[in-house]
């Protein structure tokens, strides 16, 4: 038995599959009513992962496989929140790096940061609301919701060109999803650091934002 499980591992190894299989044995569902110790078996797994510049990461409820060589953000407060759609854009968006789909990971960076957005809008108008698909229109609903409409009268040069770099940010990143998401007809050639780069952006502006609405809520 244990040389035909190797036998299959070794067929599955530098493959996409081999990581499926990875994070389905570490499913926390697996140990429920059991006296197995989910986080010993991660921490044993990661020993030998390490080798290889992986590791298990916990997204939500879930681990999934992390390249350490270029650590993805992980939006700590995006994370905490109960919402799927959330949670789900946010594993993705780590597990299409890993597998190569980095026109994927460029469309669920988007959909992430549009979720983030509606979420936003969503609690403070206490209804449901029409996405037309544009990020500009949606930021600009959220930067007054939370008082971060660039105010030269007011506000310190710092702040005014941080929240500029945000503004230029999320057009670059919408820009980048029409041109390499999966959405549509890749007009570019992506690449890894071109994903990454969506991805980061997209979780440091989540987390920002949600960081900001806890505080501005009271709740640091």
Request: hydrophobic share 35%.
């Amino acid at each position: 038995m244990a040389l035909y499980t190797e036998n299959k591992i070794r067929e599955l190894n530098e493959t996409n599959k081999l990581s499926t299989l990875i994070e389905k044995s570490v499913d926390p569902r697996r140990f429920l009513d059991t006296e197995l110790d989910l986080n010993k078996a991660v921490n044993e797994i990661n020993k030998f992962l390490k080798f290889d510049s992986y590791q298990l990461t916990k997204f939500g409820e879930f681990f999934k496989i992390a390249d350490t060589k270029g650590i993805v953000v992980q939006p700590e407060t995006a994370n905490k929140i109960d919402h799927k759609f959330i949670k789900e854009q946010i594993a993705k968006c780590q597990t299409k790096i890993l597998q190569e789909d980095y026109n994927g990971a460029i469309t669920n960076s988007r959909s992430l940061i549009e979720a983030i957005f509606i979420e936003i809008i969503e609690q403070n108008e206490g209804k449901e609301i029409k996405n037309d698909g544009k990020i500009e229109n949606l930021w600009g609903k959220v930067k007054k919701i939370m008082k971060l409409t660039i105010d030269k009268e007011t506000m310190p040069d710092f702040v005014i060109q941080t929240l500029s770099g945000i503004d230029t940010a999320l057009k670059g990143l919408a820009g980048l999803s029409n041109n390499a998401g999966d959405r549509h007809a890749n007009k570019f050639k992506t690449k890894k650091h071109h994903a990454k780069l969506a991805v980061n952006l997209s979780m440091t502006i989540s987390d920002f934002l949600l960081d900001s609405q806890n505080y501005q809520n009271g709740s640091r």
